[in-house]
């Protein structure tokens, strides 16, 4: 019989925490598909990154403060950490545009955008429902499909990108900005991955 009650802020917080991952792909898809508004884009990235910054700080903190978590600490920690850095990538990727003074996109960068902007959102459903063990391996399998159906196109845009040759600091900003968006699609299956380890454990 379990004396002290679990700590179910956590979910909410979990939660919130995704709804900032998917608000941040939203925009950076839109970013690549029109760069026109550039910078109110990437403003508003950077204001959710930092939302996630305290959203995760506070997961941290009340792991410390909390006797009995939903699910254990050390997976408390890594899925706020895993979530956490998939927004930082985007957040930098978003910053690099800016940087590079990005005025025209390129057809690869908007697919691999959205690919990954639906990887966020099936991480925002594993999030909202990580006490549902199926539906959270269904995700999971899900995100590793999205992470090849992105491997693809990233392969493909590197090959065109420099078949293409061109100018070599385009070439050099295209190939950082692909590398980017390719990293935070690697990191929603770790998210997945993380997800399925605490249904597993949970189930």
């Known amino acids: 019989m379990r004396i002290l009650p679990r700590d179910e802020k956590f979910y909410e917080l979990f939660t919130e925490l995704a709804k900032r991952l998917t608000g941040s792909a939203a925009l950076l898809c839109e970013l690549f598909s029109n760069p026109g508004e550039l910078n109110a884009k990437v403003t508003r990235i950077k ?31 890594a899925l706020a950490s895993e979530l956490d850095e998939v927004i930082d990538l985007i957040d930098g990727t978003a910053r690099r545009a800016t940087i590079f003074r990005i ?18 959102t099936r991480v925002e459903e594993g999030v909202r429902d990580m006490k549902n063990a199926k539906h959270v391996y269904a995700i999971s399998e899900q995100l590793k499909v999205l992470e090849e159906e ?46 399925q380890s605490i249904a597993l454990k949970n189930a």
């Not at 005025?103 to 966020?120: I, W």
């Not at 078949?163 to 190939?175: N, P, T």
């Open 47 to 77: 204001e959710l990154e930092h939302e996630a910054d305290n959203l995760t700080h506070d997961i941290i903190d009340r792991i410390d403060r909390t006797f009995v978590t939903p699910f254990d600490r050390e997976d408390i920690h």
């Open 103 to 120: 005025q025209k996109t390129r057809p690869a960068a908007g697919s691999l955008a959205e690919v990954l902007a639906r990887a966020a």
């Open 150 to 195: 992105g491997d693809a196109i990233y392969h493909d845009a590197m090959g065109i990108l420099f078949a293409e040759g061109g100018d070599a600091l385009e070439v050099v900003k295209w190939k950082d900005l692909y590398d980017k968006i390719e990293d935070a699609l690697d990191k929603c299956e770790d998210v997945g991955n993380v997800l």
